[in-house]
């Protein structure tokens, strides 16, 4: 039989124990319902990321689980077709601050979303081949690597900007088409603004994002190609940044060329209007020569209308390396709409600052201000890009609807009647730069 010390140290351990294991099950039970929500908030989260979870009968927002961390807009430039050189080597530094301001401000109207994201700008060139080229253009030294410099203040001016050699044009693509296509699949990037829009051979890199205007814009530069438009992405332009020629335009007499005899050279007097030697003068006088011959820039005036631009970006003047200002190339008109114009002008003359620049202050004016035909709208405004400005090629007036340069192709001058000055028919064709109007 068992003691009575004996039964009262059994009922306390079984009391302990029984106290120990409510214990346990407390501690089970907080430890159980801390899994379960651990395990529905790791349900919910997933659902919430595959885009199929719904809580209280209401979907989850898909792109408050999807946004990315860090996002960022990338400028993709071909360096070998989008010249960015403005000035000599000097000039990195502010060629990066003025691309940061142009993607900024191109950010704010177009793409508002992202206009507090990272820029990064990445240029890939072939330093030794663009520098010799630009070198003819005296935009830097004549050393090998003479542009080296100028990206190299490029790559310091902004932390997250690189203008990097790519040694030779192959590697240019390759660098270009590898880092787009990561870009391209990145969710990260919110953006690309794409410039290598010169070359064919980048066409088949953007046949798999043709339409995806929300992704990538294209920039225009000289020798866009027309085959991008295909893909029905946005196009933007920076006028005041990049060059609108190539750097070859000027004309070069290769080493050992004899220069032409002085006989065939052709009198700049004579071309001005008057050369006091007449008969004497050892230059040429023949109005054919001085239509055939180049004139002091280099252009070849029997095919002038072939290097004029062929359209504007709005509130910008086309200038060429001279900063004498551009027309746009307007085809003369036709029979039909001479006919209707002289028609039009015999009934009583139209009113050009009504039909050109959209107003007229004149008080009473004596004018005709009632609707014009196109017909004759089209002859109007090329009656008048053949009379000249009064400011010639410093006019920056954007609504300015005077010639600044002859635009006729072999005109020659003054002998056949034409209204523009010797000075408007020596003026180099070839589009380098825009200004703000």
Partial sequence: MLSDGKIDSLDTRLEQFRLNNQANQNELQVVLKEYSQ???GYKSLKNACEGKAINGGTNVDKSATDKPRNPYVLVLIDGNGYILVKEKEEGGMRAARMLNDCVEKYLRDSCPETRNYRIIVRIYADLTTLSKSLAKS???GLEKRSLASFTAGFTRGINLFDFVDALDEEGTKFKIREMFQLA???SACSHILYGACHDASYLSLMVPFSGMRNKISLLQAAGFSNEFHQFNLGVTQFPTLFRFSDVNGASWRTKGEPLKPTAQVPCKYFQKGFCRLGNACKFQHSPAAIANAKPLNGSNRSNISAFLPTSLVPNFIPLN????RLDIYLKPPTQ???AIYNARFRRQKPCNNHYLQGKCTTFNCPYDHSE?????RRALEYVLKCTPCP????CRASDCFHGHIC???ACMGHIKGCKMKADLHNVDPKLASMVPA
């Fill in 391 to 394: 400011k010639k090629g410093a």
């Fill in 138 to 140: 005296k935009l830097v």
């Fill in 38 to 40: 651990l395990l529905e």
């Fill in 372 to 376: 014009l035909e196109p017909e004759a």
């Fill in 336 to 338: 039909d709409e001479w």
């Fill in 321 to 324: 390396k001279d900063n004498h």
């Fill in 407 to 409: 635009q006729k192709d």
């Fill in 184 to 186: 391209a699949g990145d």
